[in-house]
């Protein structure tokens, strides 16, 4: 029979959902009873009874059975607890009351030499008894010696002694050898943490293990999670030196790399200051590597940050490397790579990649010099909407000063070719001085960069890039104003021409948005201005007899001369300026080119646009 006492560890059934649905129901109806035509009311009824009358029967023989059991199971067990439980106290009382015997033997013994002591341990029926001192012991007879076993066991405890001193004497040497290499451990030691003060490294302990010292080599402007890595435990090697252990993130020094790619092909790239893992150079250039390579991490991870914005400027982000357009069909990367897979060896000229480089970083260190003097001023009114973080500017003054210095670029090529067309037709052309901001050439500030400028590039590069140029045209001066701007309302570079004629009261202000625009509308104004020149030369057009413009706004002359009317047409375009005329029905064409100047007419004559009208158009009177 098992034990009523015994308790199941099985799990309560868990009851079927589906056992109450009606198709479930109806399946379990046709298995057992066959049909729904077998099943009547009398049927179910004699079923019933049926089941009824067994059950009864069962149940009553089954609990009579189990009660028998049950009882016959109790008895038994009690009398077996009964009979273990004698079992015990017997044993126990034994063991009592040998330990009792034992210890009045025991205390009746001491009490001759300590009574006072032996009165709390000895039983008050012994204390009544017998009288403390009665029982005692000695020795009554000590073995002999003789002379010899005496003078060896004297020899013995004599040689334990000897044996005992020396040990303790070696003992002592060895400590004090110890403590002189601690000693020159400790000094050697201090002295470096010494030394690392001196030269300007914040010393301080281990936040959460006070027993050890740190040293800051981090920026506490930076972000917290670079800022959190910029904290090195200073500790002490077996030969008394300094180890840098920068926790479990540092995973190597890492520099930041910038090359040039032209076509996908690197030509320069930057030079780059070797950093070493041997932890046996000197303390501050460690520190000085883990700085600059911490540095150079926060910077790449600003720049992956900012290159997200800055899709629409061109700026990619392929894995580790960013890059963004220069020049031409050239472009520059910037990735970072492990310092032990730097190589010595530089590609082509390092000029600009060093250039960007330390621009980069100088954006950088002024970005932590913004963050301190917000730090320091009051706080912002407390709000539930949580602190955004900002994005550094860091890619974008580089955007926008090469950007405004391929404007520039264009706009001296235009002009460079509008005075070559010019001077070969001899029309006037003067070209003034220009007022160029300092930040108008991209290659030349970044190429000057000096210990003197450092403190001014960031704010000339953060502002925007504004550029004048002023040309006299004939009877026209233009002025060609470029502003440079990514951020907003500008987002790109703008070109103002300021045109006011010689005749003209007020000066025309148009804004465009590239270059060929103002190429466009410049060529106009050249060609419309000399017309208004030829009008005013005598030596041209004589005493300009019927000749009048069209239009203001054609540069066009015409004439009725016996019946026919005659033409001066002037074009200018990015191929030069062109002069048509058609005299007596008679068409000709002249041609002075810009910077490609080679019309074989024109060299051969090497004439002007007005004495070309002088000499082959001398009917004009």
């Known amino acids: 029979m098992a034990d009523p006492h015994l308790i199941s560890l099985r799990a309560w059934p868990s009851q079927d959902k589906t056992a109450d649905s009606l198709p479930y129901l109806i399946a379990r109806i046709n298995e057992q009873k066959g049909s729904f035509r077998n099943v ?20 009553a023989e089954s609990e009579t059975k189990d009660v028998g059991e049950e009882s016959q199971g109790f008895e038994a067990h009690g009398d077996a607890l009964a009979t273990a439980r004698e079992e015990i106290i017997k044993q126990v009382g034994t063991a009592y009351t040998a330990s009792s015997h034992a210890l009045d033997f025991v205390s009746l013994l001491l009490s001759k030499h300590n009574p006072k002591v032996v009165e709390a341990s000895i039983s008050p029926y012994i204390k009544e008894t017998i009288p403390f001192g009665s029982l005692g012991a000695e020795i009554m007879q000590e073995p002999s010696r003789s002379d010899a076993e005496k003078k060896t066991e004297d020899l013995v405890g004599l040689g334990w002694r000897l044996q005992s001193l020396t040990r303790s004497a070696d003992s002592l040497l060895a400590s004090a050898s110890r403590l002189e290499q601690e000693m020159e451990h400790e000094t050697t030691y201090w002295q470096q943490i010494l030394s690392v003060k001196e030269k300007g490294w914040s010393i301080c302990r281990i936040p959460g293990d006070s027993s050890t010292l740190g040293v800051r080599f981090g920026f506490a402007e930076a972000h917290a999670e670079f800022r959190d890595r910029g904290l090195a435990a200073l500790r002490r090697n077996t030969c008394g030196n300094i180890d840098l252990d920068r926790g479990p993130r ?7 790399r910038v090359r040039l790619l032209k076509s996908g092909k690197p030509t320069a790239t930057n030079e780059h200051q070797m950093i070493s893992d041997d932890q046996n150079q000197p303390l501050t250039d460690l520190l000085i590597g883990a700085r600059n390579s911490l540095f150079d991490e926060e910077l790449h991870h600003e720049l992956s940050r900012e290159s997200r914005n800055l899709f629409n400027q061109g700026v990619r982000s392929v894995g580790n490397a960013i890059c963004f357009p220069l020049k ?26 060093t250039a960007i480089a330390m621009t980069l970083r100088i954006l950088l260190s002024h970005a932590h010099g913004e963050n301190h003097h917000r730090r320091s001023q009051p706080p912002p009114p407390i709000s539930e909407a949580p602190a955004s973080r900002r994005v550094y500017p860091l890619l974008r003054p580089l955007l926008e000063l090469n950007q405004h210095d391929t404007a520039i670029k264009a706009a001296h090529d235009l002009l460079r070719n509008l005075s070559c067309m010019l001077s070969a037709a001899k029309l006037p052309f003067t070209p003034e001085d220009e007022e160029l901001s300092p930040t108008s050439a991209f290659t030349s500030l970044l190429t000057d960069l000096k210990p003197p400028i450092f403190s001014s590039l960031p704010s000339r590069l953060m502002r925007p890039h504004h550029t004048s140029m002023v040309a006299q045209l004939p009877s026209t001066r233009a002025t060609l104003d470029i502003h440079t701007s990514t951020s907003a309302p500008t987002f790109g570079t703008t070109f103002q021409l300021r045109t ?12 465009f948005a590239t270059v060929d625009k103002v190429a466009k509308h410049l060529f106009s104004i050249t060609a419309l201005g000399t017309i208004a020149y030829l009008l005013r030369e005598e030596e041209a057009l004589g005493r300009r007899e019927g000749w009048r413009q069209v239009s203001p706004y054609l540069p066009e002359l ?26 007596d029905k008679k068409p000709k064409s002249w041609q002075w080119r810009g910077q490609d100047d080679d019309d074989e007419q024109q060299q051969q004559s090497g004439k002007g646009l007005v004495e070309v009208l002088n000499e082959s158009l001398g009917v004009i009177s």
């Open 250 to 256: 540092w995973r190597g020094d890492k520099q930041l």
């Open 40 to 59: 009547t009311e009398a049927s179910l009824e004699e079923e019933i009874r049926a089941k009824e009358a067994g059950e009864s029967n069962d149940t």
């Open 328 to 353: 031409d069909d050239s472009e520059v990367e910037v990735d970072l790579q492990p310092a032990s897979e730097v190589d010595d060896k530089l590609v082509g000229d390092s000029t600009i990649p």
């Open 500 to 511: 006011l004629a010689d005749s003209g009261p007020l000066p025309q202000i148009l804004q």
């Open 558 to 583: 015409v004439r009725r001369n016996r019946g026919r009317k005659d033409r001066i047409t002037i074009s200018v375009d990015g191929e030069g300026l062109s002069m048509e005329c058609v005299i």
